[in-house]
């Protein structure tokens, strides 16, 4: 894949793919499990041909999202380790919030508030996988109490509206920066960018002479 | 199917507004099933086959009359047997029919997702609409009595429909006009309760003290009832729950649960929309730019310098 002339990597192609699997199965789970939550939402049943496909099809996704979201995990998780810049950032959130950017301490790859969407996602969706399989009737309706089922029935629930809640503040975050959605579809940032957002990032990878997205892979590429 | 129609519905599953109820003077029907008088003949077991066009799997002897072993989507009423030696050392054979009790707040139908799928006639009957069913198996977890059964081969949910076909048009279901000693019985609840009435105080003159009728109000009575002779213990019946009620779990989640996460839905869509109005969309400025590019050439003056 080229990038731009000028341009600084992001996400990588493999991020990119990985990433758009992970969110197309979030959707589709959001829609179909809404619709198996509350009656308003029932009618997103039709999206999924009937309501006996969309339960069929429900459990099958979340064991496509677990798959796909450990990939992202992998590649992600280094660069969500909290530090001292995360707690400086978060007591700058209302200035954030105000777009003042320029009077907010830098941070590198990721900022406070996407190491809490990362690590929120990270906690949530194991424990919805393994909630999930319990309350899965058709090959594991028989394996575990109905007692079980229902405590299992009550955290899947309320794990899932905490992720939703999570993934309506990672969407709107992406449409709100600009250049945010360009960086997961397309892969590249403007050097502008990269400063006004993630300094610390802009300032290792100008330093190491990487393209990005991390010093270390760059690293690795020189070796070979 | 000779259903009931949809005015007849009180309550219809994942359904917000009241089903319409036109015809308002409907009687609650009940079965009252007789425990005391009941011989284990199974004539009702095979009779609701028969009506259902049900064909379950014979399974192997296990030491105990049961057969099949538990309730399953071809089963919807089955005899258990009990072996019971009372305070005395006599042996007591406890033998119930068991399945669906037809709860006057049913438990099933509080869990259902799907719009339709369970509903509730206002002669008390709840049934089971099989082309709404979706097959989750929710209402095992809102059942309190372990009834429903999820097929394995459509994956639709099934139990005791209380003949709803038969008493639409005035008939009593096939286990009640089967059943040789009069075990079980059929009618208005009001009826059945006079009924009953009348057979515990008989059994109570035969030295039952504790006989009593077992309709549990934890669930707001049932339109299957049991004249028990151990009604201070049901459980000595197979199991029988001596409290049945609906899991405080899916009150939470069904009662609690559901409104809050909607609005809370709800709040952070529409927080997210009035920052945007507010405050308007971050965007990077020629002026990031000129910034990030004087940081570049100074690294790259310094990397020239150093070779």
Redesign the interface.
């Known amino acids: 894949m080229s990038y731009p002339k000028g341009t600084i990597v992001r996400n990588s192609t493999l991020t990119r793919v990985n990433h758009w699997i992970t969110g197309l199965c979030f959707v589709l789970l959001t829609l179909s499990g809404l ?6 939402f ?1 009618w997103l ?1 039709n999206l999924f041909g ?3 496909w ?3 099809l429900h459990p099958w996704l979340g064991v496509t999202l677990i798959v796909s979201f450990l990939g992202l995990f992998i590649q992600f998780w280094r660069d969500n380790l909290w530090n001292r810049d995360d707690v400086e950032w978060a007591k700058s959130l209302d200035k954030v ?3 003042r ?1 320029e009077e907010v301490p830098p941070v590198g790859r990721f900022n406070a508030g996407q190491k809490v969407v990362f690590w929120g996602m990270a906690l949530i969706l194991p424990v919805l996988f393994v909630t999930g399989i319990l ?1 899965w ?2 090959y594991f ?1 028989g394996a575990t109490s ?2 079980t ?3 299992a ?2 955290i899947h ?2 794990g899932a ?1 905490g992720a ?2 999570i993934w ?2 990672h969407v ?1 975050a992406a ?5 945010s959605m360009r960086a997961m579809l397309h892969g590249w940032v ?8 993630h300094r610390k990032w ?2 290792r990878l ?2 190491t ?1 990487s393209p990005g997205p991390t010093p270390d892979s760059t690293a690795k590429f020189r070796e070979h | 199917m000779a259903d009931l129609q949809s005015q007849d519905y009180i309550r219809r599953s ?3 507004l009241t089903p319409p109820s036109v015809r308002h003077h409907e009687l609650e029907v009940a079965k009252l099933i007789d425990v005391s008088r009941c011989i284990g003949c199974k004539a009702c077991q095979s009779a609701c086959m028969e009506w259902n066009n049900l064909r379950p799997e014979m399974e192997e002897f296990n030491g105990a009359y049961e057969n099949p072993h538990d309730l399953n989507p071809g089963t919807w009423t089955l005899m258990r047997f009990a072996e019971y030696e009372d305070e005395q050392g006599n042996l007591e054979w406890l033998i119930r029919k068991d399945g669906c009790m037809h709860c006057e707040d049913p438990g099933c139908l509080k869990a259902c ?3 339709g799928a369970i509903v509730q006639y206002a002669n008390g009957i709840v049934d089971f609409i099989s082309e ?1 069913c ?5 209402c ?2 809102g059942c309190p009595f ?1 009834i429903p059964r ?1 097929s ?1 081969q459509d ?1 639709k949910s099934y139990k005791c429909t209380l003949c709803s076909d038969r008493v639409g048009v005035g008939l009593e279901p096939a286990c009640v006009k089967t059943c040789p000693t009069g075990a079980i019985m059929f009618g208005s609840k009001d009826d059945m309760k006079d009924w009953a009435g009348e057979r515990i105080a008989e059994l109570k003159e035969r030295g039952f003290q504790n006989a009593g009728l077992y309709d549990p109000p934890e669930v707001g009575g049932t339109h299957v009832m049991y004249v028990l002779h151990h009604a201070d213990k049901p459980s000595l019946y197979s199991g029988l729950p001596d409290k049945p009620h609906i ?1 405080a ?2 009150g ?2 069904k009662g609690v ?2 409104p809050l ?2 609005a ?2 709800a709040f ?2 529409v927080s ?1 929309f009035v ?2 109005i507010v ?8 002026a ?6 004087a ?2 050439e100074k ?1 790259k003056r310094n ?1 020239s310098a150093e070779s």
């Open positions: 619709a198996m939550f509350h009656p308003v029932f049943s009937s309501g006996q969309m339960r069929a919030l105000d777009n950017e309350i009737e058709v309706g109905i007692e089922q229902r405590v029935v009550l629930s309320l509206i939703i809640l309506i503040t709107y449409i709100w920066v600009k250049g403007t050097p502008g960018w990269a400063h006004r957002h802009f300032q100008v330093a002479g | 994942a359904t917000n997702p799907a719009p709404n979706i097959g989750c198996g929710y095992v977890k372990n999820i394995a994956h899991s779990l899916v939470a989640w649960l559901k996460a909607l809370g839905l952070a869509a997210a920052h945007s405050s308007g969309p971050n965007e990077t400025t020629e990031d730019e000129a910034r990030a590019r940081e570049m690294a990397g």
